[in-house]
């Protein structure tokens, strides 16, 4: 078992793509890491580095305490499982998993001891006689992940494991993962594009956009407090929902409203907009409007008069009123999940809200609805793909003015 560092890593590959841009990234030993991203993000391109698989142009990886950028493969001591796990199809399970010991010359008797344990791990000890294509999709799966185990390597490498998996399967046999780290605790880098597989899987996750970490941390943290309006929008489901608009003071009072920036003015006479004082930044006024809450003010200080971009996750709108600020919209959708249902809303100027709420019945499409927002939940985020979380600046020390 050992700890993975990887120092400024970076790929280009020939032609010139940088697919990984100088990232810093430490997994201790034991941790269970999950890279995600969209596609093309640099997911595999980062596995394959610490595998050996691919050339590093520029940085360094540490397996252990070991520099291992001119290493082979075959000497990294780590197992990598892909999505596309080739059995060999002549090979009886059993085989399959002792091949990789016997070309290492592994005794016999210490092959046969790690099958089989591995095999109960996995509880696939009645399949060592069949051949692979006498498997499920998802025991072809077990045995190329028991394959992996027998070599007891200084850490696994997975490279989006289930994307052949039906979806029920993908639950069960990403539950059986995890269990099986738990026991193991071998070092793991498992690599993903779906956000739900990191949240459950990973002690930590690491975020990545363009060859870029955009955060790395636990999956509660990246939930509750995303760095940027990207890690915002790519953890949670469904999605956040943005609402680009202007803070502004009224009588006194910070305030959001929703609008397009390119329709602000400067309120010159008080006839234009009595509450809000001349020279001020206002809206033409058909968007919603939210108070910016207490705790917020703070840290927003610096953006009255600026465009912003309010992030309202859809599990914290509500029908009921908690003793929150509504706004109002028209109710396009709903698509019952059982226990919740997801609302398809609309305001005046943003045709795509979704909102998660709690099953209800007699709710009618095409009608207005009030959707209660909790303000303790709502994040605001410079404008851009990669906005910074404006609603975190608070929590750092006050620097001295
Ligand atoms: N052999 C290669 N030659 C040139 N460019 C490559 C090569 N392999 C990958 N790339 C490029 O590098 C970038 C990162 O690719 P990578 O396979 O690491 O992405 P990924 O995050 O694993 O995506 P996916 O979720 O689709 O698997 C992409 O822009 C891709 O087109
Ligand atoms: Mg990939």
Redesign the pocket.
């Known amino acids: 078992m050992a700890q993975v560092l990887l120092e400024k890593i970076t790929k280009i ?3 010139g ?1 940088k ?1 990984v841009d100088a990232i810093d990234l430490h997994i201790a030993d034991k941790e269970f890491i999950v890279l995600v ?1 969209p ?7 980062t596995l394959r580095m610490v595998a050996g698989l691919e050339e590093i142009t520029d940085g360094t990886i540490r397996i252990g305490d070991r520099v291992v950028n001119s290493v082979p493969p075959k000497d990294r001591n780590i197992a990598m499982v892909f999505q596309n796990y080739a059995l060999y199809p002549h090979m009886t399970v059993y085989k399959n998993m002792a091949f990789g010991l016997k070309l290492r010359k592994v005794p016999k008797n210490v092959i046969d001891q790690r099958v089989m344990e591995a095999a109960k791990i996995l509880a696939i000890e009645h399949l060592l006689d069949r051949k692979p294509k006498a498997l499920s999709g998802g025991q072809r799966q077990r045995v190329a992940v028991g394959r992996a185990i027998v070599r007891e390597p200084a850490a696994f490498l997975f490279d989006e494991p289930l994307s052949n998996l039906d979806a029920k399967l993908r639950v069960t046999t990403r539950a059986e993962l995890k269990r099986l780290h738990h026991r193991l605790k071998t070092t793991t880098i498992y ?1 993903t ?1 779906d956000q739900e597989e990191a949240m459950t899987l990973g002690d930590r996750i690491v975020i990545m956009k363009d060859g870029i970490i955009q955060q790395a941390d636990t999956p509660l943290v990246t939930y509750q407090k995303p760095v940027n309006r990207f890690v915002a929008g790519f953890i949670g489901m469904p999605p956040m929902n943005f609402f680009d608009g202007l803070l502004k003071m009224v009588n006194g009072a910070m305030v959001f409203e929703e609008g397009k920036l390119e329709d602000a003015k400067v309120v010159t006479k008080r006839a234009d907009e009595p509450q809000v004082a001349i020279g001020q930044v206002t809206l033409p006024g058909n968007g919603f409007t939210i108070p910016v809450p207490e705790q917020l003010r703070a840290c927003l200080g610096a953006k009255v008069g600026k465009h912003v971009v309010l992030g309202i996750r859809p599990e914290h709108l509500s029908l009921t009123d908690h003793g929150g600020e509504s706004i109002n919209v028209k109710l396009n959708v709903v698509e019952p999940l059982g226990n919740d249902m997801d609302l398809y809303l609309e305001t005046v100027l943003h045709p795509h809200v979704v909102a998660r709420v709690e099953a209800h019945a007699g709710l009618e499409v095409s009608s207005q609805v009030k959707m209660f927002v909790d303000l303790k939940k709502i994040h605001f985020f410079e404008p851009g793909e990669t906005g910074v979380n404006l609603s975190l600046v608070s929590e750092k020390p006050h620097a001295a003015a």
């Not at 596609?39 to 391109?45: D, E």
């Open positions: 590959y020939p032609g793509v697919a991203g596609s093309g993000c640099g997911k595999s391109t690599v594009h």
